[in-house]
DNA sequence: CGGATAATTGATGGCTATCAACCGGAGTGG
DNA sequence: CCACTCCGGTTGATAGCCATCAATTATCCG
């Protein structure tokens, strides 16, 4: 597969358009925001798809846009001086890419890394800048993403990157069943779950394996998985 | 020690009379917001002091104040179900405590307790939420701690939770060293390294004395230390 | 000085990284 | 169509790191 991100232009829109009837709206970075502060953005907004393991941005690249995750699961990963990867976050439906290009002159924080083939909106920061104060519904929108964002990284600190690696994948499981909030999800490759838990593959290999031979939880086609998470809760004690 | 919380009052003002004299003000929550905008928020504002080891704040308590730290460190901890404590970020001069309370209906995320004898400036939430939209060097001031709190759980979830237990020790240092601005730095007891590091407290006190035998830092009184950071730095190939 | 708490050090076992081999599916080219 | 390669997942053997348990020393404070 090609490795390089392949931006496909889905659509080209203004929001006064088409946000109205977004159907991610109402969990996006626009819910509430009046149909009169959209249209006042006058902004061209497109809306792209990217293939599995396509980059959508870079470490250090200029933060001129945000991105609205409309489908799929995109992972933000650093890498170490060591050369190690670590998974920062997974993002999915509603949840807003490259935040930090709210606050000016920065450059963004992680690789972008599209885990499924994802659907996103490209959102110019200006945009966001110059409303984040003007509409009320927007600031607020801000504030819990960044506290969204905050939040799960505490619960990667304790949950994820604590105690052994049995609990980790345990938790790393339950934390994607109840996130999803369908009976199925995305299972990462044992690579990307090492990268999150901080364990080799080797090991998250072994353990859901285990997990699985016990009948905590199932693989499906597609990626997908579904977990028993009343079981698995009570490994860890929840 | 009396480890419930000692909240000593200091003093109480209001923004207009004393937070445009601040000497913490420059990199603090208020930074650059006009005298005006000061005046205009007329909600009293306490200052106060705690204890090394006392309580600011619990998870799970009403959000009704921020906190802007002037002096000291801070720690903010939560309990995983298996009892063990994970330490998921420090504060420092300058870092605003309890910033989740912006957000409107929630509860403290962490425990806060005092790593050192603090000061802080308590200033009630309903202020923030007011003048966040009508001021724009709030608005920004906001976002900047916003990401500041996050670009910190990036990097403590990269460089102090991942690779073997001397390299993280070892990052540490760095990072206690640098987010000081002075040559001498507060060092952590071992059981909050260990709580930082996911690491014992054996584990982390046979590191440091280690780290100390080959010169890399010394040990002051009142828990200060300084390091050779440079030489830190070859040892995790930064 | 005595008591409590924190730090240090030692001995040991278990967990997990490492190295290695093998399997299976997807894609490719003969 | 089949052989081949590549890649991700699985499984095994081993070594080494680190948690655990335990004991000793240091430090702080009344």
């Known amino acids: 597969m090609d490795t390089t991100a392949r931006l496909e232009d889905f659509h080209t829109f203004f929001p006064s358009e088409m946000c109205v009837s977004c159907p991610?709206?109402?969990?996006?970075?626009?819910?509430?925001?009046?149909?009169?502060?959209?249209?006042?953005?006058?902004?061209?907004?497109?809306?792209?798809?990217?293939?599995?393991g396509g980059k959508l941005y870079g470490v250090g690249e200029p933060t001129e846009y945000l991105y609205t995750l409309h489908d799929g699961v995109l992972k933000l990963e650093q890498e170490l001086p060591t050369g190690e990867q670590r998974i920062v976050r997974l993002l999915k439906r509603g949840d807003l890419a490259g935040i930090e290009a709210v606050t000016s002159g920065n450059t963004y924080q992680h690789d972008a890394i599209a885990m499924t083939t994802i659907r996103v909106c490209k959102i110019p920061a200006e945009i966001v800048l110059d409303f984040s104060t003007k509409s009320l519904e927007l600031h607020e929108n801000l504030m819990k993403k960044w506290q969204d964002a905050l939040a799960t990284s505490d619960t990667w600190l304790t949950k994820l990157s604590t105690g052994p690696s049995r609990y980790r994948v345990v938790r790393l499981l339950i934390w994607l069943a109840e996130t999803c909030n369908e009976d199925q999800f995305i299972l990462p490759g044992r690579k990307d779950m090492g990268n999150i838990l901080s364990v080799t593959t080797e090991t998250a290999s072994r353990l859901i394996a285990e997990l699985r031979r016990d009948g905590l939880f199932e693989v499906?086609?597609?990626?997908?998985?579904?977990?028993?998470?009343?079981?698995?809760k009570k490994i860890v004690k929840e």
Not at 25 to 51: G, K, Y
């Open 24 to 52: 991610t709206r109402d969990i996006a970075l626009f819910a509430n925001v009046t149909p009169e502060d959209l249209h006042n953005m006058d902004a061209p907004i497109h809306s792209e798809v990217i293939e599995k």
């Open 220 to 232: 499906h086609e597609h990626g997908y998985a579904s977990a028993n998470v009343d079981a698995l």
